[in-house]
């Protein structure tokens, strides 16, 4: 499995059986989250084995079983911060499903536990990822068609279809889908989000997914 087919295959998970993350499977990700935070700029942290964060706050009312792992979404205080968690954070959920392992994105913050992740005075947890080896795969939920999402024609580019596409197969808070592709003309895309809880994070998501689905050889960002 790559990264492209991980997409479709990759599914909310909050039930997870009780096995460490352990032996190879650990190293890979281990590996390959210290990548991201070279890439990224951000500081993010594997905490395992650690059951309490999942047990307190608003947290216990998720309907999380064995969730005794999870990924700290750290970086630089500032306004990019929960955009930017959520294109690399994506991209971290994504290659987890090739090697085996389950995931959920978690919008509130877990209860403080002293000791398990390292925050600099300039940085801010802005939220988790649970991760591990889950009770099931998931389920697909409902997405809203292409047009609702974008300017998606008849006269549209391929490219273009696949990257909408394989955006409204991206996780998003409370499932809403609150984003908007447009196709500006030529090669050129833009994205904005519209409203509700997390949508920054959301479109970081989103904007990791068009690009898997488009090929970023196929298209620019037109930013704001």
């Known amino acids: ?28 990700l281990e590996a390959y989250i210290a990548d991201v ?75 403080y536990v002293p000791d398990v992740y390292e925050l600099a005075r300039d ?28 300017n998606l024609s008849e006269t549209s580019p391929e490219w273009f279809r696949k990257g909408v596409e394989a955006a409204l197969l991206a996780p998003t808070a409370i499932n809403q889908q609150h984003f908007y592709f447009t196709h500006e003309g030529g090669n050129e895309v833009s994205v904005k989000k519209t409203y509700g809880p997390f949508s920054d994070v959301d479109l970081g998501i989103v904007r990791l997914h068009f690009e898997l689905g488009a090929g970023k050889e196929n298209f620019v960002w037109k930013e704001k």
């Not at 059986?17 to 499977?25: A, N, V």
């Open 37 to 111: 935070s070279r890439e990224s700029g951000l500081h993010l942290q594997l905490v395992r084995n650690e059951p309490r964060a999942f047990k307190s706050g608003i947290i216990k009312y998720g309907g999380f079983s064995n969730a005794n792992n999870y990924i700290a979404m750290i970086g630089p205080k500032g306004d990019a911060l929960r955009e930017t968690c959520g294109y690399y954070g994506e991209k971290i959920v994504l290659y987890a499903q090739t090697i085996g392992l389950n995931t959920c994105w978690v919008g509130f913050r877990v209860g």
């Open 123 to 150: 940085e801010e947890l802005a939220l988790v990822i649970a991760i591990g080896y889950g009770e099931n795969s998931g389920r697909q939920h409902r997405s809203k068609r292409p047009e609702k999402v974008s």
């Open 1 to 28: 499995m790559d990264i492209r087919e991980a997409i479709s295959l990759r599914h909310s998970v909050r039930k997870y059986r009780d096995q460490p993350i352990e032996g190879k499977t650990l190293e890979l």
